[in-house]
């Protein structure tokens, strides 16, 4: 006689196997396309898509606003019991609005993965607001009350799609007009729940204080660290362990940017500046460097290349990601004219994965031979990446000495870059 | 779930990869889930499919502020239910007098691949009364709570436990019994 939690166990570890003909999956999706289009057709008849409308109608920032209002409240009541330093959650929500300016590293991803997705975020003392996110700079105005987000391709400085982690990140914090340490909290819970707010165990500490945050319902949990003395978070972190998703994110209070870096005319102006500057001026071909590498990184797995040459290049997948490979590709096509098929490639209407193998040479052939171009135009350089993960802020991967510069510049595993002297450079 | 919020997001900003990456991500758990419910391969395909077209032409209405796999398990669970009366209503009216054929060979046009243990427990659930059937699996398969069962079905919360508990029962004697034979 089996006992009722024996029958609930045996039927939550059931292996229910299932698979799906794939001939007919293409049929299903091809017709749920179909409807999307002729749905999204019919909406745009009435009115064309437009991301402040969005914003405004978004039923997600109703959420936020109501979120923000519960967790307000919750955060207002629960006291820092063993604290040496009374500080309480809302403290730290307050003290971060007050905050000029500061710098946002996001790292997204998945705990059996490699791959993690960097974001970084720049907040100006006059509520401007760029970010990076892959190959998209976005910026987004928070000093008056119509807001703005506008997305730009990094290397070719168009105007894009302004889709991703960061853009709804903006976007929920938009609905506000500022930008709050709460709406980041209340954007990662998947439930529209109620979330309670504890402070742990922080004997270890004397400097930093940490605020667990909870799910009633899901797993879900956020952990904020902030400091004793100035109540300003420096990391918070999630973790859903229903699918091992987790975020670290970094506040860094130090660094000041000018009011250019958050122009997206001056980011344009910049672009058409370009075909003006020598070669040998570095930022494009820097920021071709980072980009390459880190599609390099990703295609292999997350781990820098043991070295930068056209055989560690073959070792990437050929059956990595499509799209991955022809954004990287159409980048490097505007800076080197190249054409393969993958220009022209539709996302509805992918190429057969006997199309990709017969072009990845092409690809292989794009990628080392720009690659080595660029390099070829630096004087000095070392690459030392062999191992080092994608994100890894401490160790420099490559540096090198633009021409005419008296400086070396450093790349690191995140992919940041530093100018540094040459007698500081690492043994 | 931060990368099911940005889907919807990218989903109600027309994206066609966004609605490529739901359909991949949750059409197994959801074909799952009708097989189990319905216990009839071409019913359970067809659901998921009925499913999977309104939430792509929903876009502009869809509000969800929750659970992306949640809101699509309860729709399947949904229309699980309404074809199942619709079944039920059918035999009794005796338009339908021959038996309802469970479709386990695999065919051409059949979308989904069922493993024999998925069809062994189909065939243990389709023995529990429909309500008690949803709830067990809702409950512990998708993860679901009481209330939010409750909400789904349109009952109170105790009415879920109490089906609960009878179909924990029943599914205990279907199993004990098959131990004796």
């Given at each position: 006689?089996?006992?009722?939690?024996?029958?609930?166990?045996?039927?939550?570890?059931?292996?229910?196997?299932?698979?799906?003909?794939?001939?007919?999956?293409?049929?299903?999706?091809?017709?749920?396309?179909?409807?999307?289009?002729?749905?999204?057709?019919?909406?745009?008849?009435?009115?064309?898509?437009?991301?402040?409308?969005?914003?405004?109608?978004?039923?997600?920032?109703?959420?936020?606003?109501?979120?923000?209002?519960?967790?307000?409240?919750?955060?207002?009541?629960?006291?820092?019991?063993?604290?040496?330093?009374?500080?309480?959650?809302?403290?730290?929500?307050?003290?971060?609005?007050?905050?000029?300016?500061?710098?946002?590293?996001?790292?997204?991803?998945?705990?059996?993965?490699?791959?993690?997705?960097?974001?970084?975020?720049?907040?100006?003392?006059?509520?401007?607001?760029?970010?990076?996110?892959?190959?998209?700079?976005?910026?987004?105005?928070?000093?008056?009350?119509?807001?703005?987000?506008?997305?730009?391709?990094?290397?070719?400085?168009?105007?894009?799609?302004?889709?991703?982690?960061?853009?709804?990140?903006?976007?929920?914090?938009?609905?506000?007009?500022?930008?709050?340490?709460?709406?980041?909290?209340?954007?990662?819970?998947?439930?529209?729940?109620?979330?309670?707010?504890?402070?742990?165990?922080?004997?270890?500490?004397?400097?930093?204080?940490?605020?667990?945050?909870?799910?009633?319902?899901?797993?879900?949990?956020?952990?904020?660290?902030?400091?004793?003395?100035?109540?300003?978070?420096?990391?918070?972190?999630?973790?859903?362990?229903?699918?091992?998703?987790?975020?670290?994110?970094?506040?860094?209070?130090?660094?000041?940017?000018?009011?250019?870096?958050?122009?997206?005319?001056?980011?344009?102006?910049?672009?058409?500046?370009?075909?003006?500057?020598?070669?040998?001026?570095?930022?494009?071909?820097?920021?071709?460097?980072?980009?390459?590498?880190?599609?390099?990184?990703?295609?292999?797995?997350?781990?820098?290349?043991?070295?930068?040459?056209?055989?560690?290049?073959?070792?990437?997948?050929?059956?990595?990601?499509?799209?991955?490979?022809?954004?990287?590709?159409?980048?490097?096509?505007?800076?080197?004219?190249?054409?393969?098929?993958?220009?022209?490639?539709?996302?509805?209407?992918?190429?057969?994965?006997?199309?990709?193998?017969?072009?990845?040479?092409?690809?292989?052939?794009?990628?080392?031979?720009?690659?080595?171009?660029?390099?070829?135009?630096?004087?000095?350089?070392?690459?030392?990446?062999?191992?080092?993960?994608?994100?890894?802020?401490?160790?420099?991967?490559?540096?090198?000495?633009?021409?005419?510069?008296?400086?070396?510049?450093?790349?690191?595993?995140?992919?940041?870059?530093?100018?540094?002297?040459?007698?500081?450079?690492?043994? | 779930?931060?990368?099911?919020?940005?889907?919807?997001?990218?989903?109600?900003?027309?994206?066609?990869?966004?609605?490529?990456?739901?359909?991949?991500?949750?059409?197994?758990?959801?074909?799952?889930?009708?097989?189990?419910?319905?216990?009839?391969?071409?019913?359970?395909?067809?659901?998921?499919?009925?499913?999977?077209?309104?939430?792509?032409?929903?876009?502009?209405?869809?509000?969800?502020?929750?659970?992306?796999?949640?809101?699509?398990?309860?729709?399947?669970a949904?229309?699980?239910?309404?074809?199942?009366?619709?079944?039920?209503?059918?035999?009794?009216?005796?338009?339908?007098?021959?038996?309802?054929?469970?479709?386990?060979?695999?065919?051409?046009?059949?979308?989904?691949?069922?493993?024999?243990?998925?069809?062994?427990?189909?065939?243990?659930?389709?023995?529990l009364p429909y309500g008690q059937r949803e709830t067990v699996i809702l409950h512990l398969?998708a993860?679901m709570?009481f209330?939010?069962i409750a909400?789904s079905q349109?009952v109170?919360?105790?009415t879920v436990k109490g089906r609960y508990r009878y179909g924990l029962?029943?599914?205990?004697?279907?199993?004990?019994?098959?131990?004796?034979?």
């Amino acid at each position: 006689m089996r006992s009722a939690e024996n029958i609930e166990k045996i039927v939550k570890n059931l292996n229910l196997d299932i698979d799906t003909n794939p001939q007919k999956d293409q049929t299903v999706l091809s017709e749920l396309l179909d409807a999307q289009k002729r749905s999204m057709k019919q909406q745009s008849a009435l009115a064309l898509p437009n991301i402040r409308r969005f914003i405004m109608k978004s039923p997600m920032t109703k959420f936020a606003v109501a979120a923000v209002v519960v967790i307000a409240v919750l955060i207002g009541v629960n006291p820092f019991s063993n604290s040496k330093t009374s500080i309480v959650l809302a403290d730290v929500v307050e003290r971060f609005e007050s905050v000029p300016f500061f710098r946002l590293t996001i790292y997204l991803g998945y705990d059996n993965s490699d791959e993690a997705k960097k974001v970084e975020i720049w907040k100006s003392e006059d509520s401007h607001v760029r970010a990076h996110e892959g190959n998209k700079v976005i910026f987004a105005d928070f000093s008056n009350n119509e807001t703005n987000i506008i997305a730009f391709d990094r290397a070719t400085k168009q105007p894009i799609n302004n889709m991703g982690y960061v853009s709804m990140i903006l976007k929920e914090l938009c609905s506000q007009g500022r930008f709050s340490l709460d709406t980041i909290i209340n954007i990662i819970p998947s439930e529209d729940g109620i979330t309670s707010v504890e402070t742990a165990d922080t004997a270890a500490s004397k400097e930093t204080v940490v605020f667990e945050i909870k799910h009633k319902e899901t797993p879900e949990w956020i952990s904020i660290w902030a400091l004793r003395s100035s109540k300003l978070p420096v990391r918070m972190c999630f973790h859903d362990p229903r699918n091992n998703e987790h975020g670290d994110f970094f506040f860094d209070y130090s660094e000041q940017k000018d009011a250019k870096f958050f122009d997206p005319e001056a980011f344009t102006n910049q672009a058409q500046e370009q075909p003006a500057k020598s070669s040998s001026e570095n930022v494009l071909n820097e920021q071709e460097i980072i980009d390459v590498l880190e599609r390099w990184t990703v295609l292999s797995g997350g781990s820098f290349p043991s070295s930068l040459d056209i055989q560690t290049i073959k070792d990437i997948d050929p059956n990595a990601d499509i799209s991955f490979l022809y954004n990287g590709l159409k980048n490097l096509n505007g800076a080197i004219n190249f054409e393969t098929p993958f220009a022209t490639f539709d996302r509805d209407n992918p190429p057969s994965q006997d199309e990709i193998n017969k072009y990845f040479d092409s690809v292989l052939f794009v990628l080392s031979g720009r690659f080595q171009e660029v390099l070829a135009e630096m004087t000095d350089w070392h690459y030392v990446g062999q191992g080092v993960k994608l994100g890894d802020a401490y160790t420099a991967i490559l540096w090198f000495r633009p021409k005419g510069s008296e400086k070396y510049r450093v790349i690191y595993g995140d992919l940041s870059a530093k100018d540094v002297k040459p007698e500081n450079l690492q043994k | 779930m931060l990368e099911d919020k940005v889907l919807i997001w990218k989903f109600k900003c027309g994206s066609s990869d966004a609605l490529c990456r739901i359909y991949e991500k949750y059409r197994k758990d959801l074909l799952r889930l009708a097989a189990i419910l319905s216990n009839n391969s071409s019913d359970a395909e067809d659901i998921v499919h009925d499913v999977f077209v309104s939430f792509a032409q929903s876009a502009e209405t869809l509000k969800l502020s929750g659970n992306l796999k949640r809101f699509l398990l309860t729709c399947v669970a949904n229309r699980a239910r309404n074809k199942n009366r619709a079944n039920q209503r059918r035999q009794t009216d005796g338009l339908d007098e021959a038996k309802s054929v469970i479709s386990q060979s695999k065919s051409p046009e059949q979308w989904m691949i069922q493993s024999e243990e998925l069809r062994r427990w189909s065939d243990i659930m389709v023995q529990l009364p429909y309500g008690q059937r949803e709830t067990v699996i809702l409950h512990l398969r998708a993860g679901m709570k009481f209330r939010q069962i409750a909400q789904s079905q349109g009952v109170s919360v105790n009415t879920v436990k109490g089906r609960y508990r009878y179909g924990l029962n029943k599914l205990r004697s279907i199993l004990d019994g098959e131990v004796e034979k």
